[in-house]
């Protein structure tokens, strides 16, 4: 089955701008979603398809995607932006979601 | 507004048996892909299984191909999770999930059942 991989861990200075790359062979024909996941919570949809955010997420959250790999990209991270993230996307196989292992999102 | 409410999860030995329940409400439950998404403890999400709105097509995972069923009834508003020959590393919180129209799209998530397997 297709994989999607993640770095573990980011850090980003508050306010600064920070990217969080996800790679995998689905991303080269399907689009991802990213979701935030803090401490003790269910997961958020912050971003899906080519860039498109859900009502009630900042504008500062963008995302982009070339060939295999995708990005959110967080513009004047907040220190709320902290938190756990995972891209996910359809796959071609039997397995037919997958998802990436998350990135913890540090705001110094 | 969107409601997903879990229920079902407890303590369980391995090799036995466990159906979850999703109560949906807030939206029209029979036109949206519905999901199980598991997370192990201090891990990360893992899709587990996906039904389509009419309850027509399944997917599941490699890890719980045989052993887990979804299944969902439309009158009731209601997902479900049958889970047989349940092993150790199937522990985990288990989320309930809906689409947003689009496959693996997931729009709303519920706050999850805890599932131990455990001797």
Redesign the interface.
């Known amino acids: 089955?297709s994989e999607l991989t993640q770095d573990p861990a980011v850090s980003v200075t508050l306010g600064q701008t920070v990217r969080i790359t996800c790679q995998g062979d689905s991303l080269k024909n399907?689009?991802p979603?990213w979701?935030q996941?803090k401490p003790g919570q269910?997961?958020?949809?912050v971003m899906?398809?080519k860039n498109n955010r859900?009502s009630g997420i900042p504008d500062r959250f963008s995302g982009s995607t070339s060939g295999n790999t995708a990005s959110l990209i967080i513009t004047g991270a907040q220190a709320e932006d902290e938190a756990?993230y995972?891209c996910?996307?359809?796959?071609s196989t039997?397995?037919?979601?997958?998802?990436?292992?998350?990135t913890k999102l540090t705001v110094l | 507004q969107v409601k997903l409410v879990e229920s079902g999860g407890g303590v369980v030995q391995p090799g036995r048996s466990l159906r979850l329940s999703c109560a949906a409400s807030g939206f029209a439950f029979n036109s949206f892909g519905m999901y199980w998404v598991r997370q192990a403890p201090g891990k990360g999400l893992k899709w587990v299984a996906v039904i389509w709105h009419d309850g027509s097509t399944k997917y599941y995972a490699d890890s719980v191909r045989g052993r887990f069923t979804i299944s969902r009834d439309n009158s009731k508003n209601t997902l479900y999770l049958d889970m047989n020959s349940l092993r150790v590393e199937d522990t985990g919180v288990y989320y309930c999930a809906r689409d947003n129209g689009l496959i693996a799209m997931i729009q709303d998530w519920g706050q999850g059942t805890l599932v131990t397997v455990s001797s």
């Open positions: 089955s399907y689009y979603s979701y996941q269910a997961p958020v949809l899906y398809s859900p756990d995972y996910n996307s359809r796959d039997l397995n037919l979601v997958v998802f990436g292992g998350g």
